[in-house]
């Protein structure tokens, strides 16, 4: 599984990412519009490596885009205010049953 740091790297960067794009959609300025673009190309390069290193399209996607919902969920609503409902909640909770169900082992 030596695909996991890559695919950590690509959550943080997509991440960090996500907040410069949020502060720019706040603030308009252009150097949290350059951040974000530097951080979405950073986890690109990190996604190519992940899939270089064994992660497979379909596993990777969904580990890498459960994963990323979630922490952008955690900050959207503590850092930012923003409201989730019972059922985005629900359907978090479905995400993190499916990460499971991806690294259950025989």
């Known amino acids: 599984m030596s695909w996991l740091l890559p695919i950590t790297l690509v959550v943080l960067a997509e991440l960090i ?6 502060e720019y959609s706040l603030k308009g300025h252009w150097y949290f519009w350059a ?5 979405y190309v950073c986890a690109t390069m990190f ?10 399209l379909g596993r ?3 580990v890498f885009s459960v994963c990323s919902a979630a922490v952008a969920l955690l900050i959207g ?3 930012y205010k923003e409201e989730v409902n019972k059922i985005q909640i629900i359907g978090m909770i479905l995400g993190v049953v499916a990460l499971a169900l991806i690294f259950w082992e025989k």
Request: glycine share 14%; aromatic share 14%.
């Open 77 to 79: 609503v503590c850092f």
């Open 35 to 39: 951040g974000a673009l530097l951080f």
């Open 17 to 22: 990412a996500d907040i410069f794009a949020k």
């Open 60 to 62: 990777g996607v969904v």
């Open 47 to 56: 996604w190519l490596s992940s899939l270089k290193e064994g992660s497979g």
